[in-house]
């Protein structure tokens, strides 16, 4: 589904990217992890072109580094930032509409799905979008991208200040996107969800890729788990 082959990476003159190899199935749910500032998030922009980048990025065997962003994500690829990006003055299910591909067009998932997977959303549909919680919000930038109807999904630190309630809820979010045959990308720092969800796991140290295997055989590297992953 996705292939990423000696990908390198600059912000402006600062190289952040080295060389990175990665690839991701259909309907496999694949964990990025690594510490702040190693450049997981550099990785997932440089997929939706939104940096500067080299090498090559297959995406369903079409190359499609270079193109801008707005070009990938008609292609299938959905990106959904650790920033959330939602429009605020709108309301609940006006961003859930927005993120429609083709206005009018049926797609694997509609608002009724989303409101059955977030029943928070359907009683908050009416409400001004920046008047919802954190979690609220990131429940919402994941629908909305659904709505999208993509076959890749790139998740950037989607449980990051929520709580553990919202997090077990994000989890059972992403396996139902695998159970649709939709691919993820999770970049992540909690190990735990990781761990529990995908079925092959990246570590990344240095804009590098240090460790690439199952969830099991993460466990039982304390090795990596102590270099690139525990503070």
């Not at 440089?46 to 008609?74: D, P, R, W």
């Not at 649709?180 to 990781?194: F, H, M, R, T, Y």
């Amino acid at each position: 589904m996705l292939e990423i082959k000696n990908l390198h990476a600059f912000y402006g003159k600062g190289h952040i990217l080295h060389g990175v190899d990665l690839q991701i199935g259909k309907g496999e749910i694949v964990s990025l992890l690594g510490r702040n500032g190693v450049g997981r998030s550099t990785l997932v922009k440089a997929v939706m072109g939104q940096v500067n980048a080299t090498g090559s990025v297959l995406f369903k065997g079409e190359e499609v580094l270079g193109l801008k962003a707005f070009q990938i994500a008609h292609k299938g690829l959905a990106y959904v930032p650790e920033n959330r990006d939602i429009f605020p003055t709108l309301t609940v299910e006006q961003n859930l509409i927005l993120g429609q591909k083709k206005t009018g067009v049926a797609g694997r998932w509609s608002l009724d799905d989303m409101y059955n997977m977030f029943p928070r959303l359907l009683e908050r549909r009416t409400v001004a979008a920046g008047f919802l919680s954190g979690g609220e919000q990131q429940m919402l930038t994941l629908c909305r991208s659904l709505m999208g109807d993509p076959d890749l999904i790139m998740i950037d630190e989607p449980t990051e200040g929520l709580a553990p309630k919202i997090v077990a809820l994000v989890a059972e979010y992403l396996l139902a996107l695998k159970e649709k045959g939709i691919s993820v990308l999770l970049v992540e720092q909690k190990l735990a969800i990781a761990l529990e969800i995908s079925q092959r796991v990246y570590v990344m140290g240095h804009g590098a890729i240090v460790f690439e295997g199952t969830p099991q055989e993460l466990r039982a590297d304390a090795g990596v788990r102590k270099e690139w992953l525990e503070v």
